[in-house]
């Protein structure tokens, strides 16, 4: 089993003992046929599973596609060579999910009339008032959004579900 702090160095105890970070990748590409599953398989060919997935920020004929994962700097460097070489990519960015540049929004239904506000360790805006019976929208850093997630779910929130913003 693997450890998990987000963000941070963990270590894959169940395997080779590589220490692993997450990451967060930007992948400009053509918006046609194929593009979506290449990306796919460059990262999952590769033994590593993709925790987050999601296309948008379309600008004429390409979009961004964002992903999360994690892995090892060896690994995460010859995924990103092997994105770029891709036809149809025009552009990679890779960061670590816990860097600031990485911004995150998100939204959280809790019990009917049960009041919910991000924990005060999160440097989170928001809005809403969940005791009315609506949402709470928040955004911030990845790690900080995660982090109300977390305290909601832990607080018996119905639902709750957050996306990267592009960078």
Do not use: C, K
């Amino acid at each position: 089993m693997m450890e998990r702090i987000s963000g941070t160095p963990i270590r894959d105890l169940a395997s080779t003992g590589q220490v692993r970070v997450r990451y967060v990748a930007y992948v400009r590409a053509a918006d046609r046929p194929g593009s979506l599953t290449a990306v796919a398989e460059v990262i999952s060919g590769r033994g590593v599973s993709i925790e987050f997935f999601a296309t948008g920020d379309r600008r004429g004929n390409n979009v961004l596609l964002t992903l999360v994962f994690a892995t090892s700097h060896r690994l995460q460097s010859l995924i990103e060579r092997t994105l770029l070489g891709l036809s149809g990519v025009e552009e990679v960015t890779m960061v670590s999910a816990d860097s600031p540049q990485v911004r995150a929004a998100g939204v959280v239904h809790a019990l009917a009339g049960r009041r919910f506000v991000p924990p005060p360790d999160t440097a989170v805006t928001w809005s809403g008032d969940t005791s009315l019976d609506q949402p709470l929208l928040v955004e911030g850093t990845l790690i900080d959004v995660e982090a109300v997630m977390d305290a909601a779910r832990r607080d018996g929130a119905v639902l709750t579900s957050w996306m990267l913003l592009p960078p």
